[in-house]
């Protein structure tokens, strides 16, 4: 089973591609997903890389490289789903460079997230509830239900921005053979909630459009109450494109490299086994040590079968799951 590591962990430490790429070759792996924070001056690197036939790029996380004037890389300097109408169109354009950045190094999918509906962040209020230990007490649930209301009402209006964005995308996509995957995040507030996404993806009809699950987030989803993680990840699977591989100390604390929190992996061998791509995310700060343990637990625990692999040239239009 192949296991790509996210150049977000040693991007911020190295002035060339070559050596972050040969950090992680290092480590035992052998593919990489091009995290929001590659800078320009590392792609020439990793570029060289590539032809040399050292690492192999099969995600790429949105926005990639950092785009020009921005401050720092982060996955939603512009988002589709904004109210403002500037930065819904910043974000078209810069997920269009993204994509072709992504079909000339050889990936297939480029991540992304899509935006939060415009109000306060509740959630936050939910997890900082849920470590005092008062979760599904009344002031708890008054909070949700608070939450949930406030977001039904606003997301009436930002919805449709996703959707006008993605068409947007799509010819873009379709040209450069490339899969737009929308990713999961831990809060209520972002889009779209499961349900949004699945009706989106029923109403786009197209495998240049799907799923990213991260680990991570789908549990704080479920830890905090707003849903069971295991369900919708396999209601979601037919649109599935991959996942980021993390690990939760509860109820809000992620990207903690496995097992050393409290996600059962083995509860979710049978979406790892698909012929998907699987990248482990640890933060920055995450030793060499943990994630090589993460690396091997995760080999061990869902299986080291190769046969089902992607070659890194399937088409969205080929994959298994489509």
């Not at 789908?218 to 599935?240: D, K």
């Amino acid at each position: 089973m192949i296991f790509a590591l996210t150049t977000r962990w040693n991007a911020g430490r190295h002035a060339r591609g070559e050596d972050m790429i040969e950090e992680i070759l290092d480590m035992g792996f052998t593919h990489v997903e091009l995290g929001y924070d590659t800078r320009i001056d590392l792609v020439p690197g990793v570029r060289h890389m590539i032809e040399q036939g050292a690492v192999q790029v099969n995600s790429v996380h949105n926005f990639c490289p950092v785009p020009m004037g921005a401050p720092r890389g982060h996955p939603e300097i512009f988002t589709f789903a904004s109210a403002d109408r500037r930065v819904r169109e910043l974000a078209v354009t810069h997920t269009a460079q993204t994509i072709r950045f992504a079909a000339e190094i050889g990936a297939r999918v480029v991540v992304t997230h899509c935006g939060n509906i415009d109000m306060p962040r509740y959630t936050e209020q939910l997890v900082a509830l849920a470590e005092a230990n008062e979760q599904y007490s009344p002031r708890y649930e008054k909070l949700k239900l608070k939450l949930q209301v406030t977001r039904d009402k606003k997301a009436r209006k930002q919805l449709p921005y996703l959707y006008e964005a993605l068409e947007q995308l799509l010819p873009v996509l379709q040209e450069n053979n490339i899969r737009l995957a929308m990713e999961n995040l831990p809060t209520w507030e972002a889009v779209p909630t499961e349900v949004e996404l699945e009706t989106l993806l029923q109403h786009m009809q197209t495998p240049h459009v799907g799923y990213w699950h991260d680990m991570g987030h789908g549990q704080i989803r479920e830890n905090v109450g707003l849903i069971n993680h295991e369900r919708w990840l396999e209601r979601l699977t037919p649109y599935l494109a991959g996942m980021h591989v993390h690990d939760v100390l509860p109820p809000g604390c992620d990207h903690v490299m496995p097992p050393r929190g409290k996600i059962d992996f083995a509860r979710y061998k049978r979406f790892a086994n698909r012929n998907i791509i699987r990248v482990i995310e640890p933060t920055p700060r995450t030793t060499r040590e943990d994630i090589v343990e993460a690396l091997n637990y995760l080999k061990e625990c869902w299986g080291d079968d190769t046969s089902t692999e992607l070659d890194g040239k399937d088409s969205p239009s080929q994959a298994e799951n489509l």
